[in-house]
């Protein structure tokens, strides 16, 4: 039966997607508490300046779990980066009537969200796979 487990440029280039995805969300949260644009002016000014920092410790968070190779932790940034980049983008959306030069922000922001939350759902596959394998050994 061939090898279908991927290979290891495979994994190295997974790797780095990782970490500059943790690392893009750093960055946006140094930006916004830095530098906030008129593009996230619908978005409530505690909600940025909470998520933000919420972005930024989650991004370090799953910087080192992609280091570390900790798949359990990852999950958990990976997760609720998810939902906050989601509550970010949302007002965005909302407002467009207005101002319709916010689609491109909003429209990265939700794909920023839907790659991370791949993301979660593959860490989420690969516990339970790991977990049948476990409990199908004893």
């Given amino acids: 039966m061939p090898d279908s487990s991927p290979t290891r440029f495979t994994r190295l280039v997974g790797k780095w997607l990782c970490l ?12 916004d508490a830095r530098y906030p ?13 909470v998520s933000g920092l919420a ?3 989650l ?10 190779h900790w798949w359990r932790v990852e999950w958990v940034p ?5 939902f906050l980049l989601l509550s970010r983008a ?8 207005n101002h319709p030069t916010r689609l491109a922000a909003a429209a990265l922001m939700t794909l920023g ?4 939350a791949k993301r979660a759902l593959d860490l989420l596959v690969f516990f339970e796979q790991t977990r049948l394998a476990a409990h199908l050994k004893d």
């Fill in 90 to 97: 949302a007002p965005m959306w909302a407002d467009l009537d």
């Fill in 78 to 82: 990976a997760s609720a980066l998810t």
């Fill in 20 to 31: 500059a995805s943790y690392a893009l969300c750093i960055a946006a949260a140094y930006g």
């Fill in 55 to 57: 972005m930024a410790v």
């Fill in 113 to 116: 969200a839907l790659c991370i």
């Fill in 37 to 49: 644009g008129v593009t996230i002016a619908p978005v409530d000014d505690s909600l940025v300046a």
């Fill in 59 to 68: 991004g370090c968070i799953g910087l080192l779990a992609v280091l570390t």
